[in-house]
């Protein structure tokens, strides 16, 4: 494809954005930096003058500058500062205040922003990963936007992407994305379909009508002040309340806020696959420290009230559509929170139909933005739907863990790549070993080859190896591995990747279904290893750097810390390894202000050399 037909698909969420790209007439989300394929749609501006970050590193900086790390931007595009009630911004860890025209502005240190203008900063990351990926230039795409959302709204939508450098090619709504992205449009000539989408920010449901290839939204309804986030909310106040009752009245702060919806979020998502999760809060203040057990079903009697607001805007949007429950052929679901099992119960009940949960939630609107691309394109012109892959595809990774690039169930021919690092100081080669399977632990998957990459001597964490694993139209496996510094690269091919019997399939499944628990424990503990032990590689450099500026007191709380880690990475379990690492985090606050302090005086030293 030349550089003038590539065209990318974006998902702009209110909590998280993707973006992707048509590949080998699939669509390919494509990873960020961090190889993941969700961005945080949250930029920090960090202390006055510094330049804006966006996606998993501004997620990072929001416990340290919270009134200038800016999330939820999408509820404010194209809405007027009088409009906004004062619930929709009391909770928010910024101030909206009236900015130009009297728009909707955000204070970022002694300026306003508009959302537009923050929004601009995530899409200008996923143009940038975008181009990292393709290794070319890109300026043109598709973006979704709500169905709800105004011409005003999609006007503003794409001011933001032209700042970002990209040309909009077409506004695609998001219903009519995630319409594409499940195949709505190859499973049926003609279908009424409701899209239930319920994100970390906001709620919609859409009721579409399909006739041959053409999708209409006949009505639309919802609530952009509903959402994860207030489940999120109410869990973090359940933890409050946990807390008080045993340790006192916790004061209230930015930094206590943020660490209590962290806490609430991560055990939310947990509650999603296991009945109970324990939540651990260390130091939560010098003098408190919290750990007890959630239920699932704690959760979803905090969360009912919240879900079941989600009733009218469907029942009137089904009304609005001039359609009743047994008109509709399917029921499609969208957004994050609808991973929840008590969202899936409760949709099932209200439309009185099993909603649709073949698409991974939180991926299916950028995959039908990206569907839309192609088809712009013409990528998708000579499309052909051959066969699945089986079972997934991957290599093995620093501590012996799988890490899947092409999933299970994929359409064939597909194309899906990851960058990967060292882990030890001054490698000389990376050993890709390929494998096939569902479980968690490479030892327990079918090993189908290897190669070995060789790099320039580096310290760890600096080489980049690309991995590509591309399978044809015939169902063969290509992988290549490129070393990114050198272009240096070494290619094989696996016979073997679709053609596998159905026995083996049904055994591989039901034993990383048997096996489901202790094979996530093992990679819990090992990937909370490997984080420990950068952690502390960090705190040691920072110490030789910085650690004459810290108090004795201060010291000896890191010095403890540290072993404390050392000792649960040798023979803690997964949480008591995180808990670890928090507590040292925590302690090691004053060395990073120190770190900071220090590269400032050498920076104004500099220019005062000049």
Known sequence: MSDENVIIGIDLGTTNSGVGVIDTGFPVLIPGENGKRLTPSIVSYGKPKEPPVAGETAKRMSAQFPKSTIYSAKRLIGRRFNELSPEEVEDLAYSVVPGEEGWAGIQIHDSVQSPEAVSSHILSKLKNDAEAYLNRKVDRAVISVPAYFNEGQRQKTKWA?????????????????????????????????????????????????????????????????????????????????????????????????????????????????????????????????????????????????????????????????????????????????????????????????????????????????????????????????????????????????????????????????????????FQEAMAVTILQGERELAQDNWKLGRMDIAFRKVKRGEARVGVQFEIDSDGLLHVLARDVETGHEERVQVESAVDVSDEDVEEMVAESVEHAFSDMEERRKIEAKGKAERLLATAETALKQAGEALSAETRTQIDEAMESLKSKVSEGTSKEIKAAMEALDQASLPLADALVEQAMEQAALKVLGQ
């Open 161 to 425: 992407a032209t700042q970002a450098g990209l040309s909009v090619e077409r506004i695609i709504s998001e219903p009519t994305a995630a319409a594409l992205a499940y195949g709505i449009d190859r499973e049926h000539k003609k279908a009424k379909i409701a899209v239930y989408d319920l994100g970390g920010g906001t709620f919609d449901v859409s009721i579409l009508e399909l006739t041959e290839g053409v999708f209409e939204v006949l009505a639309t309804s919802g609530n952009t002040r509903l959402g994860g986030d207030d489940i999120d909310q109410q869990l973090s106040q359940w933890i409050r309340r946990q807390i008080e009752e045993n340790d006192g009245e916790l004061p209230s702060s930015p930094e206590i806020e943020h660490r209590l919806r962290e806490a609430a979020e991560s055990a939310k998502i947990e509650l999603s696959e296991k009945e109970d999760v324990e939540i651990q809060l260390p130091f939560i203040t010098p003098e408190i420290s919290w750990s007890g057990v959630c239920l699932r079903s704690q959760l979803a009697e905090l969360a009912r009230p919240i879900i079941e607001q989600t009733r009218t805007h469907c029942l009137r949007a089904l009304q609005d559509a001039g359609l009743t429950l047994s008109d509709l052929d399917e029921v499609l679901l969208v957004g994050g929170q609808t991973r929840m099992p008590l969202v899936r119960e409760y949709v099932g009940d209200v439309f009185g139909k099993t909603p649709n949960t073949s698409m991974d939630p939180d991926e299916a609107v950028a995959r039908g933005a990206t569907i839309q691309a192609g088809i712009l394109s013409g990528a998708l012109n000579q499309m052909v739907l051959l066969d699945v892959t089986p079972l997934s595809l991957g290599i093995e990774t620093f501590g012996g863990l799988m890490n899947v690039i092409i999933p299970r169930n994929s359409t064939i021919p597909c194309k899906a790549g990851e960058l990967f690092t060292t882990a030890v100081d």
